[in-house]
């Protein structure tokens, strides 16, 4: 027996129902609690609690949290017409206009006053009679329930909403085009599965977190938990929050139709908030957690990002702003009932706490993040580490053994990419294939430290376990990878690499290829986003496409530049973009131009692949590398090795040593680094050439000695 507890306003009832059906391992079906919230012409009904079996059908437990027990009857049939009523809206699960599934309705009052006999069609049970619910419920088993039948009605059950179905104007007419491809992609992974519907549902008094890699349903899971926490409690006060301004009116778009899907009205705007995480002086739009939390706790200092970069630096602006608030702070008011954080691997620890601060007891938070923060395999922190001690050292919040399954949800299936199109991101953006490095001894350009990271992440070993030092061939299964997101095409035209002579070429194919996937493929516009890695550049390097494409009558933007708050424009627009803006998105078709500056790049080598893994893991159907020069054809013959292999990750793993010199020789540098670097490479090369050409002696330098002595070291240290 699975149990999901929802969230309700019924907590005593709640609890000794989940108890009893938590000892019922010899049972098999789902329970929920606090599910579903059935819309209604009077508003949301919430389904106290339900129970789906294969033998027993659908049963509604109606709760009683007191005593009284009067009218319990009209209740019973109240929620019994609300559900059959819900599902006979449903085709499948109809046959000569009546159910084929059963409906069943019982009430549990645990301390209701029960006296002389109840009437058998409306069961009553009390914390004494409970252990006979089964008994009844033998009673009511139809035996033409079938196990097809079951399955329908629980997809039907589970199917929290429709917000990833394939929008109304996608008008296919032939039947093997792209366009009736992709439909029929956003139609299968339209439903949750089972892990994400009850990552909406299962609720905590607490912290509870969420995790995945990019593709897994965070962002629609927070978005619809959101929804289902305000149907239930419509007076809580109730803030969303994330990093990248471009996610919040998509946040809004799930949150809206879900909550009207549920309940047949709008959201309470007033109580229910989406919030960027910084925030700005002025209301409305330009509000964000951090400003609040100021104004709240009456924070002497409140930081915009020029500020706070110029005091902190531009890559630690938030953390040092946020860090400053809390040591700052002169109030500790409270404002949230729960706080949702979508992109929490983009936040530091400070924002964490000024999240926490700002919650009411029992201190409800839920974030969502990556499994990884980047390539590099810096995973999130631990939530001891997060939020905090209290006054005598010890944790504000720990995840115990006892509670974790509900605290800490994983999200191991991917229903974004194409399997051919993850494994090669994570090739190339690890250097798995690359050329050999003589001073690392390896191509790789990163690695996980923690090597069981591989296995959160959805990839299996197929040569045993992962030990440092030996050969690994890492392949990714039909769960964490389904396989139907493949299936639809050719490995070939899932993904391609092109090499092109010329910038000129490059521009030319990319428009006739956008061309053609709109007028013959049947993509909309808003299906395609062409991605150039380099953000610096993105506005220059995309004009020319963009004015080709007009003058063919392709209308599109660049993302962000009309309304920093929007990725897409509208069905009919085709999105440029660089990488920052494309993080967080996605589309079926993905052109990645330029990529020949993802090769390589002195002191920046793990950026520009980091850049070339996030663009193409934005496509979910199709995806084109394409690129100019020398740089390119190389990184061609990684993406073929790829193709050779099968699409597995096949390497030897690098040893403590190899991975402290792929850290050290591959790091991210700052321009200063650089510039040093180069004027002691400049040096170096001016100083052999003076010695060859006998201009001077290595005796004439007197610090020479020292240097091969420091080399001499440095290399023996590496052994």
Not at 257 to 268: D, H, L, V
């Amino acid at each position: 027996m699975k149990v999901i507890p929802g969230t309700t306003s019924k907590p005593i009832s709640s609890s000794k129902i989940c108890e009893f059906f938590n000892e019922k391992h010899s049972e098999e079906g789902i329970f929920y609690t606090g599910y579903p919230v059935i819309g209604t012409t009077n508003g949301p009904f919430p389904i106290d609690s339900l129970l789906l079996s294969e033998k027993y059908g659908v049963v509604i437990i109606n709760l009683i949290e007191g005593k009284d027990i009067s009218g319990y009857e009209d209740k019973q049939d109240e929620s019994y017409n609300k559900m059959e009523a819900k599902l006979k809206n449903y085709k499948e699960l109809t046959k000569r206009k009546k159910l084929i599934v059963p409906i069943n309705v019982i009430t549990f009052a645990p301390v209701g006053r029960i006296t002389g006999e109840f009437d058998p069609d409306y069961p009553l049970f009390d914390h004494k009679s409970i252990s006979e619910i089964f008994e009844r419920l033998e009673e009511m088993v139809q035996e033409d329930f079938q196990q097809e039948d079951f399955q329908k009605v629980t997809s039907v059950i589970q199917s929290i909403s429709t917000v990833r179905k394939s929008p109304e104007s996608r008008k296919v007419v032939k039947e093997n085009s792209k366009g009736s491809k992709l439909k029929k992609i956003e139609d299968s992974i339209a439903n949750l599965d089972g892990t994400q519907s009850r990552a909406v549902i299962e609720t905590v008094e607490g912290v509870q977190r969420i995790r995945g890699l990019a593709g897994s349903g965070k962002t629609v899971i927070l978005a619809l938990k959101a929804a289902y926490l305000h149907a239930q409690h419509p007076d809580w006060e109730i803030a969303v929050t994330f990093n990248t301004r471009a996610l919040k009116n998509q946040l809004k778009k799930f949150i809206e139709i879900f909550y009207i899907e549920q309940t047949n009205q709008y959201p309470n705007w007033n109580n229910l908030h989406i919030l960027q995480a910084w925030g700005a002086p002025g209301g409305g739009e330009s509000d964000g957690i951090y400003y609040q939390f100021c104004k709240f706790q009456e924070v002497d200092t409140y930081r915009d990002f020029r500020n706070a970069s110029n005091q902190y630096g531009y890559n630690n602006a938030f953390s040092g702003a946020c860090q400053e608030a809390l040591e700052n702070m002169s109030n500790s008011k409270n404002k949230y009932d729960v706080m949702l954080v979508d992109e929490a691997q983009d936040f530091s620890k400070y924002f964490f706490r000024i999240c926490y601060h700002l919650l009411k007891t029992p201190k409800r938070l839920v974030y969502a993040y990556d499994e990884l923060q980047s390539l590099s395999g810096n995973s999130l922190s631990s939530p001891e580490e997060l939020f905090g001690k209290d006054e005598a050292g010890q944790p504000l919040v720990r995840f115990d053994s006892a509670s974790l399954e509900s605290q800490d949800i994983v999200l191991e299936s991917c229903y974004r990419n194409p399997r051919p199109v993850l494994v090669t991101a994570h090739a190339l953006g690890f250097g798995i294939y690359r050329e050999t490095d003589e001073r690392t001894g390896t191509g790789l350009v990163q690695m996980f430290d923690n090597k069981d990271l591989w296995e959160d992440v959805g990839y299996q070993n197929e040569l045993g376990s992962i030990t440092k030092g030996n050969p690994v061939k890492l392949k990714r299964n039909s769960k964490s990878s389904p396989r139907f997101l493949e299936s639809h095409s050719s490995i070939d035209d899932i993904i391609q690499f092109v090499n092109m002579d010329s910038d000129k070429e490059q521009i030319e194919w990319v428009v006739s290829e956008i061309e053609k996937n709109i007028n013959e493929d049947e993509l909309l516009a808003r299906d395609i986003i062409v991605i150039n890695p380099d953000p610096k550049t993105t506005k220059f390097k995309v004009s020319l496409i963009r004015s080709m494409l007009f003058n063919k009558g392709i209308n599109s933007h660049i993302a962000g530049v009309a309304n920093p708050d929007e990725f897409y424009e509208n069905n009919d627009s085709v999105t440029f973009t660089g990488i920052y803006r494309a993080k967080g998105n996605e589309a079926a078709m993905v052109y990645v131009i330029n990529g020949q500056d993802c090769y390589q790049s002195f002191g920046s080598l793990q950026t520009v692949r980091n850049r070339l893994f996030t663009a193409i893991t934005r496509s979910k159907a199709w995806v084109r590398v394409i690129g100019v020069g020398e740089d390119m054809v190389k990184l061609t013959e990684e993406f073929e090795k790829v193709k050779e292999k099968n699409f597995t990750l096949d390497f030897c793993y690098p040893t403590e040593e190899q991975l402290a010199n792929i850290k050290t020789i591959n790091r991210d540098m700052s321009d200063v680094e650089k510039q040093e670097i180069n004027r002691a490479n400049e040096s170096v090369e001016d100083l052999i050439a003076s010695i060859t050409a006998g201009k001077m002696s290595p005796s004439d330098i007197a610090k020479l000695e020292d240097l091969m002595m420091l080399v001499k070291n440095s290399k023996s240290g590496e052994k």
